[in-house]
């Protein structure tokens, strides 16, 4: 009998105890093989959520990995935890390659309650809660960012629906920049920045009224929320 695969959301900010419930950290606790998108940010969650790290085997899940390999130890029957950077594997997050492989292979994949920065900024957004869609990452290159954005907009307008979209922080500026360009004046943009730390800001303006204030977010992780109307 297989084992199961541990879909474990991180902090986005603050410590694990204060992140995750404790029927979750018991799980984790109860973990002695992990599989990573960084072996010393895991490291740290783990022992921050009570567990030895050099009590437990840490393997990192890269774009080159042995998917193979990786899913052996669940197919002899152990239970493994699969961690992200930051906030929920399998989520805009290399871990969803391992976890389609695992039901291609018939393993259980069993998600733990924890923080989304998806749910969390849509939660506090005011923006339509009943249809959404995450959209990921934009197109870095200037011209398939702007249609691109066009694109979300007008699907936003035809369907009444909050579009949901991320960037790498370096590029956070330019991004907001290009919403700012390329929106018309009455849709809502809702920045959601440094969720769940003590720097947080969620703020939802018109795009009119960010264009009269426009901030400066610099590296700090941003959730984007649009809704056109």
């Known amino acids: 009998?297989?084992?199961?695969?541990?879909?474990?959301?991180?902090?986005?900010?603050?410590?694990?105890?204060?992140?995750?419930?404790?029927?979750?950290l018991r799980t984790v606790r109860s973990l002695r093989h992990f599989i990573v998108e960084n072996a010393k940010s895991a490291r740290a969650f783990l022992k921050d959520a009570g567990v030895d790290p050099k009590s437990v085997r840490v393997e990192e899940l890269g774009e080159h990995s042995d998917i193979p390999s990786l899913l052996q130890p669940l197919q002899n029957g152990d239970a493994v935890g699969l961690?992200?950077?930051?906030?929920?594997?399998?989520?805009?997050?290399?871990?969803?390659?391992?976890?389609?492989?695992?039901?291609?292979a018939g393993i259980r994949v069993a998600p733990l309650v924890g923080p989304s920065s998806i749910v969390l900024a849509l939660m506090a957004s005011g923006?339509?809660?009943?249809?959404?869609?995450?959209?990921?990452?934009?197109?870095?290159?200037?011209?398939?960012?702007?249609?691109?954005?066009?694109?979300?907009?007008?699907?936003?307008?035809?369907?009444?629906?909050?579009?949901?979209?991320?960037?790498?922080?370096?590029?956070?500026d330019a991004l907001l920049a290009a919403l700012l360009e390329s929106l018309p004046d009455r849709a809502l943009l809702c920045l959601a920045t440094d969720l769940t730390l003590p720097s947080?800001?969620?703020?939802?303006?018109?795009?009119?009224?960010?264009?009269?204030?426009?901030?400066?977010?610099?590296?700090?992780p941003t959730v984007f929320l649009l809704l056109s109307g």
């Not at 992200?84 to 389609?100: K, R, T």
């Not at 018109?206 to 204030?213: E, F, G, I, T």
Request: charged share 25%; proline share 7%.
């Open 83 to 104: 961690l992200s950077e930051a906030g929920c594997p399998a989520i805009a997050d290399p871990g969803a390659n391992l976890v389609e492989a695992a039901h291609a």
């Open 127 to 172: 923006l339509e809660g009943q249809r959404f869609a995450f959209c990921g990452y934009l197109p870095r290159e200037a011209g398939a960012r702007a249609r691109r954005i066009r694109e979300l907009e007008a699907r936003s307008r035809r369907e009444r629906e909050t579009q949901i979209f991320i960037e790498t922080p370096y590029r956070n």
């Open 200 to 220: 947080e800001a969620i703020q939802t303006r018109s795009v009119a009224a960010w264009r009269k204030a426009r901030p400066a977010i610099g590296k700090r």
């Open 1 to 24: 009998m297989s084992g199961i695969l541990y879909a474990i959301p991180t902090p986005l900010g603050g410590a694990a105890a204060d992140a995750l419930p404790a029927s979750a």
